[in-house]
């Protein structure tokens, strides 16, 4: 198999030069306009996107940019401990842009993989990639960029009941669809005309689609939504309770459904009749100020909710919703970036803070990762991993003792796009470009 510790790229070196020609330049004309007497202002927040998660752009060399997150502007607390190297094994490659990694919960120890054009392959537990696809829907998918197939999740009960779901850009005009398959007896493979559509949402721009689906410890139904795109939330829709998108929805697959709805409401949503607050925005909606949480995950121990929120100019953010909360977070887009203003002057009280951030001089679209709570790397135990997929690092949070500064771990040169962890607690990631699946190890 192989093994990546530490991987050299050219593509970083040409990034670092024309990142050190840029800088260059920005000092002379700052130089010039001082010389002449012209007033200095605070610069506005940058209006362009992060990195695709499905399309890496150049990465930083590891020498222009140290791992201590001394000199990012942060307030952070200091370094964790933890190990201070990753390494990553490969398991398997030849996949087509893959973006999401999966397991069934049924006891095959199998990997479900999730290709951007709409495949979901399957990675044996023995290693080996199965040749054909264990459902293919490609035909109803919109692929490219920040579209395609997002997301993917087993119901709890799937070794019963056969069922799992989806989430996916409709091909034609790039809406969101959830949707419910049910796989054949044996759970070899899934039919697509079993599809079931649960709810669409209309995108009005092509990025910012949000990903990550998922169950959580309450058997509920989460779902991650982008902002709708563009460059700032132009339309206001992260902080709009009233709307789906740029929150994280929860729903419930298994009540009788509402009457106008496919799905049921958990009746302890925070906007639901019994949730903290009442008919003040969609039922739906579980949190909200957010991006684009492309990533998120639940600690498979404590039942904390991880979410990778990919940030906008200058700063990407992980935030935590603890295992007790009544839901109704605000996590700040577009008043907030990370810990900071986005909006010039505003007032940071009502957001709930990111518990960790980092720079876009360490990286520029996070990929929000899990807590490992696996037995193989005793080390990496209540250790929070996760990416950078522009710059291809890894890094650690202590979370078991205590939040703190991002930790970097390893230089991978992959462009990282999902982590997920097997049946036995493992912890993988894919690489979309290279189109391989890692397992992630503590270096020796």
């Not at 990142?19 to 130089?31: E, I, K, P, Q, R």
């Not at 952070?76 to 490969?90: F, H, I, S, V």
Request: proline share 7%.
């Amino acid at each position: 198999m192989r093994l990546i510790d530490d991987v050299p790229s050219s593509a970083r070196l040409a990034w670092q030069r024309a990142l050190a020609a840029a800088l260059v330049a920005a000092l002379v004309a700052a130089l010039a306009l001082a010389a002449c007497g012209a007033p200095s202002s605070s610069p506005s927040a940058s209006g362009s996107l992060p990195a695709s998660a499905a399309e890496p752009s150049p990465r930083p060399s590891a020498e222009t940019v140290s791992p201590s997150p001394a000199n990012s502007g942060s307030t952070n607390p200091p370094l964790p401990t933890g190990p201070d190297r990753l390494a990553l094994e490969q398991v398997t490659n030849g996949l087509d842009a893959p973006i999401g990694i999966v397991a069934a919960g049924d006891g095959s120890g199998r990997l479900f993989i999730l290709e951007r054009a709409g495949r979901i392959r399957v990675v044996e537990a023995d290693g080996s990639l199965r040749p054909e696809p264990f459902v293919d829907l490609s035909a109803r998918i919109l692929s490219g960029g920040e579209r395609g197939l997002l997301g993917l999740a087993f119901h709890p009960d799937f070794a019963a009941n056969g069922r799992l779901f989806v989430h996916y850009s409709r091909a034609g005009d790039g809406a969101t669809v959830l949707a419910e398959l049910h796989a054949n007896a044996a759970r070899t493979s899934a039919d697509p005309d079993s599809q079931r559509v649960l709810l669409t949402q209309t995108q009005p721009y092509a990025n910012h689609n949000g990903g990550q689906l998922a169950f959580g410890p309450d058997g509920y139904l989460y779902l991650g939504l982008g902002d709708g795109g563009s460059g700032g939330d132009p339309l206001g829709n992260a902080q709009n309770t009233d709307v789906l998108l740029g929150k994280i929805l929860r729903l419930d697959v298994d009540a009788q459904p509402a009457a106008d709805k496919v799905y049921a409401i958990p009746a302890d949503n925070p906007f639901a009749p019994g949730g903290v607050r009442p008919g003040q925005g969609a039922p739906e909606v579980w949190a909200f100020g957010l991006r684009n949480p492309w990533q998120f995950s639940f600690d498979a121990r404590a039942g904390d909710l991880y979410i990778g929120d990919v940030g906008q100019g200058s700063w990407e953010e992980i935030d935590r919703q603890p295992s007790d909360s009544s839901g109704g977070e605000n996590y700040g887009w577009n008043v907030m970036e990370g810990r900071h203003c986005y909006r010039d002057g505003c007032d940071q009280a009502p957001y709930v803070k990111p518990i960790a951030e980092y720079s876009h001089d360490e990286g520029c679209s996070v990929t929000g990762g899990k807590v490992y709570r696996g037995t193989a790397q005793p080390g990496l135990v209540g250790i929070y991993v996760f990416g950078d997929y522009c710059s291809g690092r890894l890094f650690t949070l202590q979370v078991d003792e205590g939040t703190v500064s991002p930790k970097v771990v390893l230089e991978s040169g992959l462009g990282i796009t999902a982590f997920g962890t097997g049946e036995d607690g493992e912890l993988y990631l894919a690489d979309v470009s290279g189109g391989g699946i890692y397992r992630v190890l503590v270096a020796g």
